[in-house]
């Protein structure tokens, strides 16, 4: 539209602002995490580690394999398919993913330069990697079980290892965000961490089951079953692992948000 | 290193601070033209750099300097960005992207201290209500459409008003018809221009642009200097770092120039060009007996050679003002007529190649 000769034209509107809401900045943040993270290859590979247990309780069933007790066939299947593997392996992909990509790529800028607190950014990326990794986790749990022994739930097993792994989603996803954020190489560095510290050496070494999440989980297991198994009984307590996850969970929150405070990108200019 | 808002160039490593417009050489005959210069200059410019901190300054680095291990990309830089485009120059790796994003907070000093609005940015998300920082890199969340990516930035900005905010900067910036298209499917231009339209979705104080104008076409880059001069006319200071010397001089009315991380010169860039003695003015005049003319101006004491061709007579000469303030009266003695006098060698471009060649 032309103005008129002599009429200065009116003044923009100009923007007002507040503090950011925190369920508008969540949602954003969210929407942040799920175009950099929910990658066709990331759903696949998240599709691969659910159906894993379920592929070994069919195998089994149709074997009938587990016509008998299957307790110790579900504790050891969740223990190792879904404790010491898909539950991290998954957290680490939905934790990392965001971070990792935005680091890299210089995005990360568009998210810390903004009014919205840190810890509050750190905060919902650790809600969402952990309700991601839960809700595939559950899956994974709940269809084994389905699998192994239909609708019935023998002394509680599939339920107490749901729970359990919606725990360590928790306590993966805070431990890999924050890695994420200290380190240029988090998901090589998350999978080595998996497949030595969780998947070896706190199996083999009693003594580093209270600084293990696989055996907090098993810890969390214990405490919701009536099943008796020596791979859950021989865990931390349920204390040592509600504290260890929490403090992880304050850690990656606090160390999360000092990291973002100078963010460590790759180069974004010359 | 010359803190120095005013207009300074500056060949030392003194470590003295002045607020003064300076030229610093090692030589007596420049130190007395930068004296008489400077006169001249500061009253068009700013000058802030005390102690203490002014709210109303939009950026001071004071002192500033920032290493990444062993390389130091920053160095003892002082200056003002006042309210207006100031441009910021310098050769590839000369810290100029550093510059910025310790501007925006998003790196700390080393040493020293930088100050947005008085205080300090680093670790101050408030801070960015007041400040935009555009990155050179045009990587956006590609899967994202440009509506969506810029009300992102809008709601995580506090924007009240986010929904009007966010069609505003995108109509601002021309994109608003194609604004619910996929980030990806946009072109390096398009790219640019959604970046701009994130930035300046809450209507920032202090804009930091780096290479703003890279990948866009003639028109779109004139766009975009008409829209930076409409914000710069609302209030808005604006950073802008560029490779593209013609749109700086074109936009630009403080020039910052960064050589190896140092500050090399800053003000505006004709100024400098007069404050370089140690590089002789080139003036092109026609007319109508140029050999004639030129053989008179041999005999000026502030020529140091001629040369005529088919343009016309070129002169070298040390001082420029005493050549301008001679060559009318020479014609008049000699009785030519003149067609035309032009300095052919104060563009930016000039200043920027004299700076980086010392």
């Known amino acids: 539209m032309s103005n008129v000769a002599g ?47 379920m592929l070994f309780a069919l195998v089994f069933a149709s074997r009938g394999y587990l016509s008998g007790d299957p307790v110790p066939f579900l504790v050891e299947r969740y223990d190792q398919l879904v404790a010491a593997f898909a539950t991290p392996v998954i957290a680490l992909l939905l934790s990392t993913s965001a971070f990792s990509a935005e680091s890299d790529d210089g995005t990360l800028l568009y998210l810390v330069t903004t009014t919205t607190p840190r810890w509050w950014i750190v905060f919902v990326r650790v809600v969402f990697a952990m309700v991601g990794t839960a809700a595939a986790s559950a899956v994974a749990v709940f269809g084994t079980g389905l699998i192994a022994t239909g609708l019935h739930d023998p002394e509680h097993i599939t339920r107490a290892f749901g729970i359990a792994s919606a725990f360590g989603g928790a306590a993966y996803a805070s431990l890999f965000t924050l890695l ?63 504290v260890g996850a929490g403090l992880i969970a304050v850690l990656a929150v606090v160390a999360g948000a000092r990291q973002l405070s100078e963010p460590r990108m790759s180069r974004i200019g010359t | 290193m010359t803190s120095s808002p005013g207009t300074s160039t500056s060949t030392s490593t003194s470590t003295s ?9 090692s030589t007596s005959t420049s130190t007395s033209t930068s004296t008489s210069t400077s006169t001249s200059t ?28 062993d390389v130091v990309a920053v160095n003892d830089i002082s200056c003002t960005v006042t309210a207006g485009i100031t441009g910021l120059l310098g050769p590839n790796g000369a810290g100029k992207s550093t510059l910025l994003q310790l501007a925006a907070g998003v790196l700390s000093p080393s040493n020293g201290a930088v100050r947005v609005f008085g205080e300090s940015p680093v670790d101050r998300p408030d801070v960015y209500r007041q400040v935009a920082l555009v990155p050179e890199r045009e990587a956006l969340p590609g899967m994202m459409k440009a509506r969506a990516f810029v009300a992102a930035r809008a709601e995580l900005l506090g924007v009240r008003n986010a929904s009007e905010a966010v069609t505003r900067a995108l109509t601002i910036v021309e994109m608003d018809t194609v604004a619910d298209r996929r980030i990806d499917t946009f072109s390096k231009g398009m790219k640019q221009r959604v970046k701009l339209a994130a930035a300046l979705v809450h209507d920032p104080s202090l804009v930091l642009l780096d290479e703003p104008f890279n990948g866009l076409d003639p028109r779109q880059r004139l766009h975009m200097m008409r829209l930076l001069e ?6 808005t200071a604006v950073l802008l770092s560029s490779h593209i010397l013609e749109e700086i001089a074109n936009v630009a009315s403080n020039i910052l120039v960064v050589l190896a991380g140092r500050l090399a010169a800053t003000g505006d860039y004709r100024t400098l060009r007069r404050l370089m003695t140690d590089r002789p003015h080139t003036v092109r005049l026609r007319s109508s007996a140029d050999r004639l003319l030129a053989a008179a101006l041999m005999q000026e004491s502030s020529v140091l ?23 009318a009266p020479v014609a008049q003695r000699i009785g030519c007529t003149l067609y035309e006098v032009q300095v052919t060698d104060e563009s930016l471009e000039h200043v920027f190649a004299y700076l980086v060649a010392r």
Do not use: K
């Not at chain 2, 802030?48 to 109303?56: E, L, M, Q, V, Y």
């Not at chain 2, 040369?307 to 070298?316: L, P």
């Open chain 1, 7 to 53: 009429v200065a034209p009116p003044r923009a509107a100009r923007a007002v602002l507040g503090r950011p809401s925190w369920f508008r900045s969540a949602r954003a943040i969210v929407h942040l995490s799920i175009v950099r993270t929910l990658t066709p290859v990331l759903l696949l590979t998240m599709v691969g580690l659910v159906i894993l247990p």
């Open chain 1, 180 to 242: 994420a954020l200290l380190t240029r190489r988090a998901l090589v560095s998350g999978l080595l961490y998996v497949v030595f510290w969780e998947g070896v050496l706190s199996s083999t070494f009693p003594a580093l089951h209270y600084v293990s999440v696989r055996q907090w989980m098993l810890a969390v297991a214990n405490a919701l079953t009536d099943a008796t198994d020596t791979r859950l009984a021989d865990g931390p307590s349920l204390t040592v692992s509600l």
């Open chain 2, 17 to 25: 601070t002045s607020t003064s417009t300076s030229t610093s050489t």
């Open chain 2, 42 to 69: 500061s009253t068009s410019t700013s000058t802030n750099t005390s102690a203490a901190p002014a709210t109303d300054v939009p950026l001071v680095f004071d002192r500033v300097s920032h290493w990444y291990g």
């Open chain 2, 230 to 235: 409409e914000r710069v006319a609302e209030g």
């Open chain 2, 305 to 327: 050679g001629v040369e005529v061709d088919n343009s016309g007579v070129i002169v070298r000469a040390t001082d420029y003002s005493a050549l301008s303030l001679a060559i």
